[in-house]
């Protein structure tokens, strides 16, 4: 099973900084340990085994009359107890490195190991026996006195200076993407035709410099799709002059075949839609303003249009939301379109709902379908499927470009899928913002 990194720029910055902090961390403890306190604290072990075997010798040598004034100065002075041994100690911590260089210390000195142990009757304390002649005496030194476990303020220097560190590390990353992140989401509305208004330069000059760039290439995009714009309008009412002119003459030729009139007419027409559908889809960028309207009215309403008996729209709950109406309409208009052109004499169901803060659109057919290898290729200008060149069936290769077109614009995700039976599905998802939901 392999580990997934986070997909945001911050969430893989942080995890890098916080497990190379976490390595220094450990690597600074135990290089502290290893060559600073494990040496010292070995010194204070030697030091701790020389007092307790001399604090031994020179209570044995004292005349008993002031060995009690000499007990009370050394643990006044030294913290240390000495008393008779007269029971066995009980078993030490043996998990504390310091009394095994204790232990170590007072072997090289005595030339035996002697226990280290406990007296349940004198908690926090630590005994040694150090035997003296014929008797055995029991030196005692409080806990505080193991001198190798890791110093807190060391540990708390390193571990508050890796955290310092990391938090410094993240606010600068937090600082030089919140520009990408700008720019990510100005690119993404540029990437679906929308304008944004120039981003605001500065931070550090390759990010200013960036940002410079993408509002220098925002105008030069915005005035080259104006350009086209004008350009394509202009070819249409160039082009549509003539054929108004030829519309004109056939009107005059009455003694002409009547067929080859006929032909003649429906060449023009088709013309007249590919100039239509060109000019529609270069004008599709323009954003239109939203109206708060009740979707399955709107749909109603487009299918009256229609009167073609083979459009069926079922019942479904009410839907209020805000739409650019025209623009929904251009986009069920050539969904239903094709769904009529395509499926012959059988019927078209167009279904509704609202939920998961979206509504959907479904609009079914039972012609031919789409192969799953071109569901994706259709939405391309020009792109017809092979089965579709004829005139009767073939339309202009431009309307589900403007689909797709418009969908992007406003963040509609349009679908084609198979149903169960044969034919085509089509699903048309538009977000419902909160405020806007029934």
């Not at 979707?295 to 069926?312: K, S």
């Not at 290729?377 to 431009?398: I, K």
């Amino acid at each position: 099973m392999s580990l997934s990194l986070p997909s945001t720029l911050f969430a893989r910055t942080g995890l890098s900084v916080g497990a190379a902090l976490l390595l220094f961390a450990l690597l600074s403890a135990a290089t502290s340990y290893q060559y600073l306190i494990r040496p010292v604290a070995k010194r204070a072990a030697d030091d701790l085994a020389a007092l307790l075997v001399l604090s031994s010798q020179t209570w044995v040598e004292l005349p008993p009359a002031t060995r009690p004034d000499y007990e009370r100065e050394l643990d006044r002075r030294h913290h240390l107890r000495i008393r008779v041994a007269d029971s066995a100690l009980a078993g030490a911590d043996t998990t504390q490195p310091y009394l095994g260089q204790l232990r170590q210390a007072l072997e090289h000195r005595l030339g035996f190991v002697t226990p280290i142990g406990a007296d349940p009757a004198t908690p926090g304390w630590y005994w040694v026996d150090i035997p003296m002649g014929s008797r055995t005496l029991q030196v005692g030194f409080p806990d505080d006195r193991l001198g190798e476990r890791l110093p807190l303020a060391l540990l708390i220097v390193i571990a508050g200076g890796a955290v310092i560190l990391l938090l410094t590390t993240l606010m600068m990353v937090r600082h030089i993407i919140r520009p990408l992140e700008r720019l990510e989401s100005a690119t993404r509305l540029v990437g679906r035709g929308r304008t944004v208004p120039p981003l605001p330069v500065g931070g550090p000059r390759e990010l200013a410099n960036l940002t410079h760039s993408f509002n220098r290439m925002q105008g030069e995009m915005r005035d080259l799709l104006a350009s086209r714009t004008t350009l394509l309008a202009g070819i249409s009412h160039d082009l549509r002059t003539p054929l108004a002119r030829m519309e004109v003459a056939l009107e005059l030729l009455h003694d002409s075949d009547p067929g080859l009139v006929a032909g003649m007419r429906g060449d023009i027409a088709e013309m007249d839609r590919l100039i239509a559908a060109a000019l529609e889809l270069a004008r599709g960028s323009r954003l239109e303003a939203l109206q708060g309207v009740e979707l399955n009215d709107q749909l109603g309403a487009l299918l009256e249009e229609y009167r073609n008996e083979r459009l069926r729209l079922l019942p479904a709950p009410p839907c209020r939301l805000e739409l650019p109406v025209q623009a929904f309409r251009r986009v069920v208009g050539n969904l239903l379109d094709n769904a009529l052109r395509y499926s012959g004499e059988q019927p078209v169901t167009i279904a509704c709902g609202c939920g998961d803060g979206r509504a959907l659109v479904r609009i079914i057919d039972r012609g031919p379908g789409i192969p799953a290898g071109q569901r994706e290729a259709v939405f391309r200008p020009f792109h017809r499927l092979e089965n579709s060149r004829s005139r009767d069936t073939g339309g202009s290769g431009l309307g589900l470009a403007i689909v797709r077109q418009l969908c992007e614009l406003y963040s509609w995700e349009i679908e084609l899928t198979a149903p169960e039976h044969q034919g085509l599905e089509v699903r048309l998802r538009i977000p419902i913002p909160t405020e806007a939901e029934p």
